[in-house]
């Protein structure tokens, strides 16, 4: 109920609008406006604000909507209503074929893509003579119930913040979910999202698809309030304007998309209605005004205006009630054959001239905790990436349960029970501890996209934060377990990597420098903790550079140095070793 009150309060709110006695037509038609911008924005919420992609074409979606309708309802006389979901649906195959080329690209491409395509299509409504070319298509009929024809801008004002709406639920329902998270993981990098079995292709796909969807609908309420449609709206700078509106309400929150529309629609119609008459001149200076308010207004909200004003407002932040007795079934893998869980064998990655690791190897057996240690610079890592699928070995073989993976994805290796911490904490600083560890149980969770739209997803969902409030319990965190990731300390997020790995219920879990940015009680408890984890049937492959923290806890060590071998046994015999002793202090000691 308290994610769902606001929007009821804000639909009343908007209904009550016309009936406001004196209410200018004008306003009305600002307000229409201001709605058909917000559905794009919201779109771009997710797109960019969400997903990290940025796109300066939508409103050539808002285009294939636009046009979609006007031609099936001039030429072929369809209802307005009956075009609806064909609207959507050539806007959704569109960005099908436009996604998948669009979204594999990254940094400064993927913008310049999506200008080259924005710029492609707007001259080709322009050129097509089914289209109208220059002229475009006039004569669409309004939307229409019943008798009541929409034909006054106060009329379809209500379809159109029907829409918002309920698009706004829709959108702040996927966010809210297994899928929503996944989108979310994808802004810390594919690496951590790829190792919990999200398939960063298919999730940005998602997100591409279901902002063009949005703009579609946009187009198609415009070509029935406008009742006509040419190339002129469905530009590049119009999307670049789509995109202004986003950044400028917070690029990441649904509501920011609304108030972000109408900041930017309200402030050009104050610049353009009265700027010329203060100061007398005909030029277009308005713009040049407009341009560097928003300047000033991203200086003093970066992130955007929803999230400053949300700071400043007495809100308190909703916290997720969880079941503990709600439980995840166990995730099925397959059977173990033999001892051995994890076994490396001469397995070798070589960068050019350079070769990272030299034919390693070693076995990690059921319930064993075994360390991988070494110098800086001595493979440890690359090995780790290795056995995760990050990167692909150049020869050797490497498996698990029996099964090889040296050229498997990752999202597959995390299918036989493998999970992992980084070297380099990769949490989603913006969601809290127990949405950052919800999202290592994203496997164990079955609800798709629509299912969280529609919120049919709340049994799968209670389950999965369950068992992500039971691991971060497990790890002594649970104080902190509604407290944004990156407000804790480094030896916090760390241990938040563990709970999220957890979460994925592995047999073999691999631990990158878990230690590191721990205090001695914190480090005590950890070992205490992956000790239990081991009796419990788990095994544990970890790089540790605190030798104390490692002889303590491991069963066997394996010592690289500069990518090669050159020790393996028991922590008695490791510290005795003429390599080792050689490799860590020099030949003079």
């Known amino acids: 109920m308290g994610q769902r009150l606001p929007v009821v309060l804000f639909a009343l709110a908007m209904a009550a609008v016309p009936f406001v006695p004196r209410m200018p037509p004008f306003w009305i038609v600002l307000l229409d406006n201001i709605g058909l911008s917000a559905l794009v924005a919201m779109g771009l919420v997710l797109l960019t604000g969400v997903g990290g992609l940025t796109s300066f074409g939508q409103a050539a979606f808002c285009g294939f909507g636009a046009y979609t309708t006007a031609v099936l309802t001039t030429t072929y006389g369809l209802s307005p209503w009956l075009t609806l979901p064909l609207s959507l649906l050539v806007s959704g195959i569109l960005a099908v074929a436009l996604g998948i080329v669009t979204v594999r690209l990254s940094g400064h491409y993927l913008p310049l893509g999506t200008i080259a395509w924005g710029l492609g299509l707007f001259y080709l409504f322009s050129k097509l003579e089914f289209l109208g070319r220059n002229d475009g298509i006039s004569g669409i009929p309004p939307l229409a119930i019943g008798s009541l024809k929409m034909l006054s801008p106060g009329t379809i004002y209500f379809a159109i913040w029907a829409a918002v709406i309920l698009c706004a639920w829709l959108t702040m329902n996927l966010l809210d979910s297994r899928t929503g998270r996944a989108i979310r993981a994808l802004r810390r990098g594919h690496v951590a999202a790829e190792a919990f079995g999200i398939k960063p292709p298919q999730a940005k796909l998602l997100v591409f698809i279901y902002a063009a969807v949005l703009a579609g609908l946009s187009g198609w309420l415009y070509a029935h309030f406008e009742r006509a449609v040419n190339p002129t709206p469905f530009g590049v700078q119009a999307s670049m304007e789509y995109l202004f509106v986003a950044v400028i309400g917070g690029a990441g929150y649904v509501w920011g998309g609304v108030l972000g529309a109408a900041i930017v629609i309200i402030l050009k119609e104050i610049l353009q209605g009265y700027l010329p008459y203060l100061l007398h ?112 070995s150049s020869a050797g073989t490497i498996s698990v349960l029996g099964r090889a993976i040296d050229r498997a994805r990752p999202q597959d290796i995390t299918q036989l029970g493998v999970a992992r911490t980084f070297q380099h904490v990769k949490l989603v600083a913006d969601m809290t501890v127990l949405e950052n560890v919800a999202i290592g149980a994203h496997l164990r969770g079955k609800a798709g996209a629509l299912a969280s739209m529609l919120r049919f997803d709340r049994g799968d969902e209670s389950r999965l934060l369950a068992e992500a409030a039971r691991q971060i319990e497990r790890v002594g965190l649970s104080a902190q377990a509604h407290t944004l990731a990156g407000n804790l300390s480094l030896g916090q997020q760390r241990i938040v990597e563990i709970a999220r790995a957890l979460c994925a219920d592995p047999t073999l879990l691999l631990l990158d420098e878990p230690a590191a940015g721990l205090r001695h009680l914190e480090k005590v408890r950890l070992a205490k903790l992956l000790r239990e984890l081991c009796d419990g049937g788990m095994s544990v492959l970890l790089v540790e550079h605190d030798m104390g923290f490692v002889m303590g806890l491991a069963d066997r060590v394996v010592v690289l140095d500069f990518g090669t071998k050159i020790a393996e046994g028991t922590p008695e015999a490791i510290k005795t070793n003429p390599d080792v002793i050689r490799a860590y202090l020099g030949a003079v000691a």
């Open 281 to 392: 001149s005909e030029g277009q200076l308005e713009t040049i005004v407009f341009g560097m308010m928003l300047v000033i207004l991203l200086q003093l909200a970066p992130g955007g205006v929803w999230p400053w004003l949300i700071r400043r407002l007495p809100l308190k932040r909703e916290r997720k009630v969880t079941d503990p007795s709600l439980v995840l079934p166990p995730r099925p893998r397959p059977a173990l054959t033999g001892d051995v869980l994890l076994r490396v064998d001469h397995a070798r990655k070589q960068f050019g001239g350079v070769i990272a690791v030299n034919d390693v190897s070693f076995e990690v057996g059921t319930r064993e905790i075994v360390a991988l240690i070494g110098p800086n610079g001595a493979g440890k890592s690359t090995t780790f990436n290795l056995i995760t699928g990050v990167l692909s």
